[in-house]
């Protein structure tokens, strides 16, 4: 996609808990997936900033997205998804000037490697690595230069990421957020398979620390769900500090999800 803030950059990571999915190497999580999330729309202190939707054939495997915009930091796109013969997705295609996704996996099903690459020919790629307490991700430009890594350690029951590192081009740590998570079972997004871990549980809080040890900022996630036990709507709180814990800024997101039942 198109490149956007630092700071949108590090709302989008710690968002991407909501509804991250996968498998690590010991396939520890393969939820039999009959609910599909539909739309996703997202208000920011109540004014809404974007909406996803997303289309699935019989089979529940997503064929097309949309994201729409009230932006102009964010343009809108349309979007289609390829198949390779293992039914797994191969590629992610997308309007107006964003990345097209290409997918590569191992031979047990995990996502190996994704290479991102734009209209004007430029890319970037991940790579992923898989151990029994954490999985490693890989960043690197178009020169094939690793630009960051990020180490994500499973909790103890390996429903959730517990701790998260990310480190620069050279290897030195810049920062950490620790996660804590409820008891409600999370429903995987459209795009589970290209990532290399799904968290089983649904995020109620992470903090984030620099280098050095200090709060850099907090994640508070109000879930809400309905009978059956789907998560309907989330009230994310974002807080930056500079001196912990005297709040710098705060930022409240509101997720609204809607979704479908499978009917074959």
């Not at 539909?38 to 054939?57: A, R």
């Not at 309905?226 to 001196?243: C, F, H, M, P």
Request: glycine share 4%; hydrophobic share 25%; net charge positive.
């Amino acid at each position: 996609m198109k490149h956007f803030s630092l700071f949108h950059v590090a709302v989008a990571s710690i968002s991407l808990f909501l509804f991250s999915c996968s498998k690590d190497k010991e396939k520890i999580n393969e939820p039999e997936q009959k609910t599909f999330l539909l739309e996703k729309m997202v208000q920011t202190s109540g004014s809404t900033t974007y909406t996803n939707n997303y289309q699935y054939n019989n089979a529940g495997k997503v064929i097309s997205e949309s994201f729409v915009s009230t932006t102009t930091t964010s343009p809108n796109y349309e979007g289609t998804v390829e198949y390779d013969a293992a039914g797994k997705i191969s590629k992610r295609i997308l309007s107006n000037n964003y990345a097209t996704g290409t997918y590569d996996y191992n031979t047990d099903g995990t996502i190996k490697r994704v290479v991102n690459t734009y209209p004007s020919g430029s890319l970037n790629s991940k790579q992923y690595k898989y151990y029994t307490d954490r999985v490693v991700t890989e960043s690197y430009n178009s020169s094939n230069a690793i630009t960051s890594t990020i180490v994500e350690y499973y909790n103890a029951d390996k429903t959730g990421i517990a701790l998260s590192r990310t480190y620069n081009a050279a290897d030195v740590l810049q920062s950490e957020t620790r996660f804590t998570y409820d008891d409600k079972k999370a429903i995987p997004g459209p795009f589970g398979s290209t990532q290399p871990f799904v968290n089983k549980r649904n995020a109620i809080s992470a903090e984030t620390k620099d280098a050095a040890g200090k709060v850099i900022s907090t994640h508070e996630y109000e879930n809400v769900y309905v009978a059956n036990g789907t998560k309907s709507k989330v009230t994310y709180t974002y807080k930056t500090y500079t001196n912990y814990p005297t709040v710098e800024s705060t930022l409240v997101y509101i997720y609204d999800y809607t979704y479908r039942e499978l009917i074959k």
